[in-house]
């Protein structure tokens, strides 16, 4: 089944403790990206990769790191998390080049940073 | 700085009706418009898109309008199944710089 998994789909941390949320697709995308939602601001992008080895920030990137060392994998690295990355986070891939900007998104991971 | 508004945050519509989902966008380079649906612990899916250099996409019970001049699209769902409640998201895609901005989202609800 063609899928993007998330894990994990819901967290409790404090802050200051790294954190991970991994992002793994099975349908060979080339583009993966991850979304945060936040009430009355809808999904806005925090990262994006085209590529293995090639990423790029969006528009909300302050706080967060990714890597892109394999192509069906895409973590969300929260080095120092604080309370204002309390979210509900969503990764997503695509074929190149977004096509006509149909995402594949995966299920959500809901992180609560007291 | 939101780029694409979605300004009804609900939308209550009786089984068999038209639901009519609004969106207001501000960048005038976008080059796609999409529609998401998403239901509670779901990510969302994508539902429909238009090019911007058309003004109507449809696709069985799904049409999606797009009036440039006045910056707005619509998502007309006709007939409203109950199975279509959900949030639907709007989307607005800048192709050259893969990036997406998304709209904060309208509540259907379809009342049997």
């Known amino acids: 089944e063609a899928q993007v998994t998330q894990n994990p789909r819901y967290l409790i941390t404090v802050t200051g403790k790294k954190l991970t949320v991994t992002c793994s697709q099975n349908m060979n995308h080339e583009y993966m990206s991850w979304y945060r939602q936040d009430p009355g601001l809808g999904l806005r992008q925090i990262y994006y990769s085209m590529n293995v080895e090639v990423t790029d920030k969006g528009d ?32 997503a891939s695509s074929f190149s080049r977004v096509g006509t900007g149909e995402l594949f998104f995966g299920e959500g991971s809901r992180l609560t940073v007291l | 700085d939101q780029q694409v508004k979605q300004n009804s945050p609900s939308l209550s519509v009786q089984e068999g009706r038209i639901s009519i989902l609004n969106c207001d966008y501000t960048n005038s380079m976008f080059d796609y418009f999409l529609w998401y649906k998403k239901y509670p612990a779901e990510g969302p899916t994508f539902l429909i898109s238009i090019s911007s250099i058309k003004d109507k996409n449809e696709d069985g019970r799904f049409t999606v309008f797009l009036n440039k001049s006045a910056k707005h699209l619509s998502l007309h769902i006709v007939p409203s199944q109950p199975g279509d409640s959900a949030v639907y998201f709007c989307a607005g895609l800048l192709y050259n710089f893969n990036k997406f901005y998304f709209g904060s989202g309208t509540k259907l609800n379809v009342k049997p």
């Open chain 1, 60 to 91: 909300v990137p302050e706080g967060y790191k990714v890597s892109r060392k394999e192509k069906r994998n895409f973590p969300l690295i929260l080095e120092s998390p604080s309370p204002n990355q309390t979210s509900l986070y969503f990764c």
